[in-house]
Structures are given as C-alpha cells and as structure tokens.
C-alpha cells in the first residue's frame, strides 16, 4: 500500500512531527510505502487566490470555483496544486497529521484543502461523496489536542471532538475517499508545560504506542458510515425515513427538525 | 458604537465584498462608526510559524503557544497582530465577513485567529470564557454558503450548518465575546453561474435586505447561551445536572454520554 502523510505543524521536532514519524516507521515496518508532504517545509501557499491563476476564465472579478474549474479544464492548473494532485493519485492511503488548533486545523491545512481540491479536477457537480474522483481510496486524521480528553467528550465543555473534526472528514467523504475513524491524541502540553508534569512523558509515550497499534489494525476498523447520493433529494434533504449517518448522526433523524 | 469587519474573500467585488459594503453603510446610516479589515488587501500572513518571533522563549523548537505568551509578556508580538489587536481593542462589535470554504473558514481567516488570538495576551488559562479579555463586547459571523439551504438543514446531506460555525462561535466566546446569532446567506454562486439562473439576482438583493435588517435589529437578538466556569469541573466535564448549551445542546443533557 501506497500512504502519503500530509504534515501540518511549524515544527519538525515536535509532538506532531513524532506521529508523523511514528506513521512512516509504523506504515514501512508492515511493508507500505509511506511519502510525507510537510506543507511548512514546503512552502505551501495557503491562499487560494488570483495570483495562482494566470490564465483567467472572467479578469474582472475573482471567483475561486470559476477559475479552479477554468484552469482544470485549460491545463492550467498552478504547478504546486498539480504536484499534490499527484501524490493524492499515488497514494491509497492519506493521513492528515496536524494539531487542533481554535478547534479546527491550521490554516496552512486549511489552505490546503482551499487551494488542492480543485473544483472541475477533483470534484464536479456529478463527481462528488460516494461517486468522488478518489472513491476506493482511504483517509484518516491523526490530530492533537491541548486539551484534557474529558473537555471533548460529548458532557465536556468543549462537546464532542468528532463535531470539530466533522468538517474535515465531511470534506474527505465529498471528494470521495473512504474515511477511517481518526486517530485522537489528547492533554498534548507545550513541551515546557510538559517538562513540568511527571506523568508528560509517558503520556505522550503511550500516545506513540497507541498509534502504532491504530495503524497495525487500521484493516480491521470499519470506515465512518455516510449518506450516498440515493439518500437525499434534489435540494440536499434526506428522503423521508433515511438512517442519517454523520457526527451527530446518533442524534438525527431523516424527516424532523 | 464602534464596528469592526473582518473581510476574508479574495475578490473585493465579490458577494461577500457587497456584504462587507452593506454592513458598513447600514451600520454608518445608525450612527455607528464601521472600520474594515481587509485580510487579503492587507497582505495578512496567516502562517503561525517561527518567523514572528525573532525572540524565542526556546529556540530549539518551535511552540506555538510557549512563543506567543513569551512576546506577549516580553512586549515583542509582531507588528501585524499588534495592529489587529488594537483594532479588537476599539471594536466594541465585530463582524467577520467570509464565505464557507470546505465547511470551515477560509484559510486566511483562520490564519487570522490562528495568530492574533495570542496566548498570553488575549487569552491564558485564567482568562476564558465568561472571564475574558472581550467580555462585553459582541460578535458576530455574516457567512456565505454556496450550497442551497435545505443541504444545511438538520435533516439536509451536509446536516445543521450550525454545527460548521460552532468551531468559529465557540473561539470568540472563549476569548470572551458575547455572539450574536450569525447571518447565514445560502445559494450564493459564483457569478457565471449565477448569470444563468434568472432569480439568482432577485435572490442575492433579497438577501442583501436581509442582513440590513439583520444589522438594524441586532440589538433586540438574544446571544448565543453558553456554559461558564461554573458549570464544568477540573477536567472540562459538566457537573451533573447542568443545562448544556451549545450548537447540538438540544441534543445533549450533562450527565450522560
């Protein structure tokens, strides 16, 4: 298997850059081939815009989704996009690895999402969820979290961390991939909150492990369940009676609210 | 009062640029005084990394937070963010203007809170919440979606478009804000689309009319209900019995889960 591990974090050395290292060893030990695309070392810009399009379908004014899909289907999609379409192609299997930060990914994440799925190349109209361009493949998040576990949990003040992971698995599913259930770190401390508290260490020890363990049985893990095409009508509601199947699925059902 | 508007779109004659413009005039027309933030006019860098911080606290790796509270408690927090912070600090009301990307902010606006959200200044482990830094003040989301209404509806395919802003919502309550119900617009597509569809101009000044009358009867909406200090204990969880109140509370009853 071909794995491709997106790295979102300003710094090799940290927590974050353990687990993404954690994933290639992990990954290559059983026999895959794992590739890391570290977006900071890079350089990835994060700010879809005009400057990527020099070819314009309308000079005028900017609309991203007009120009993304003008420069799909005009050859003219901006060298560093097309170079990570193609590691999305190569790989089977993709990992974001990125800290939870203001409850969300960090905008050099999020600009990659913004900028990569390019509207008219790796989503249409037609070609989107259950009929996505990378349908048969598999994703996963692998994100930190400062803060306790019990602060996410569905009776924590935070509620429940799959809400704040749910945009970006939703995004997943839209472009087709099958999602595999994330793989959560909690009470990740900066290092010198850490160096204070004994019991740090071997927190994010186990941490390690766990993860190892995650990507041993990923196999063995049923993806997260969602809606297909069939499941809603032509203005996007579910038909009546349809099992809903998103974060806060156990809470839904087709036909109310 | 004094209304700030952060603007996140690339295009300043966009939908959103109109918006932004509609806000400021409606708000000017009150008597308020309305000064805008042009992320992207602005050049505004949304890459938390090394680089602001030629003064480390540890210059063998980077952390994001242990960075910030060092320039925030040694006077050395970049220019940009020392900018944006003092427009925060006049803003008795603010307006983050931006269209939904990905079920999330734009990379740019996340960049925005990524970086001037400083801990240390604007906020530390003492100063959340009900308790601070911009408490009695008031915010507000204006977002456009590009999707029909009903795909963000409780029982639509993308599910309750709450729940996308929840992660935003929950940031400017934490950093003490009161928040406003947000103006959501849906349907808003691109302008070559648009063209096409004879009601889609009706639909974009309908909408426009909308948030005039949005903006003028802000004061008679109630904000969002959140929980306080009060009600969790030391490890984030709610104290039994606690009425929850967040963007699935209607879901959720503390104590269970």
Redesign the interface.
């Known amino acids: 298997m071909k794995a491709l591990i997106v790295f979102a974090h ?2 090799p ?2 927590f974050n850059g353990r687990m993404k290292s954690v994933a290639v060893e992990t990954l290559a030990a059983m026999g895959h081939e794992a590739a890391v695309c570290d977006l ?1 070392a890079e350089g990835f810009d ?5 400057k990527h399009f020099p070819q314009r ?2 000079v ?7 120009e993304q899909h003008y420069a799909a289907t005009h050859s003219a999609v901006s060298a560093d996009v097309r170079a990570m379409i193609e590691k999305l192609d190569w790989a089977e299997l993709l990992i974001l690895q990125y800290p939870m ?8 994440l ?2 990659w ?2 900028r990569v ?1 390019v509207y008219g190349s790796i989503y249409t109209t037609e070609m989107r969820y259950d009929k996505g361009r990378f349908r048969g493949r598999r994703a996963m998040l692998s994100v930190t979290c ?3 576990q ?11 961390v799959n ?2 992971i ?3 698995n ?2 997943l599913y ?1 472009v087709g991939y099958t999602v595999l259930p994330p793989f959560l770190a909690f009470g990740v401390m ?4 850490a160096a204070q508290e004994p019991q740090a260490k071997a927190h994010l020890t186990a941490t390690e492990e766990r993860y190892r363990q995650h990507l041993r049985t990923l196999d063995a893990r049923s993806p997260l369940d969602f ?1 297909k095409w069939g ?2 009508d032509s ?4 038909k009546p009676d349809v099992e ?1 199947h ?3 699925s156990r ?2 059902k ?4």
Do not use: C, M
């Not at 994060?46 to 005009?50: I, V």
């Not at 005028?60 to 007009?66: D, K, L, P, S």
């Not at 930060?101 to 050099?108: E, G, L, N, R, T």
């Not at 900066?190 to 909150?193: D, F, I, K, M, R």
């Open positions: 300003p710094e050395d940290s900071y994060p700010l879809e815009g005009p379908a309308a005028e004014r900017f609309n991203a989704q007009t930060w203001w409850y969300s990914v960090p905008a050099i999020k600009g999402l913004d799925l400062g803060g306790p019990g602060s996410y949990a569905e009776n924590g003040r935070n509620g429940d809400l704040f749910w945009p970006t939703y995004t839209y900066p290092p010198a909150a809606n499941d809603w203005s996007g509601r579910f809903i998103n974060a806060f809470f839904a087709a036909g109310h609210g």
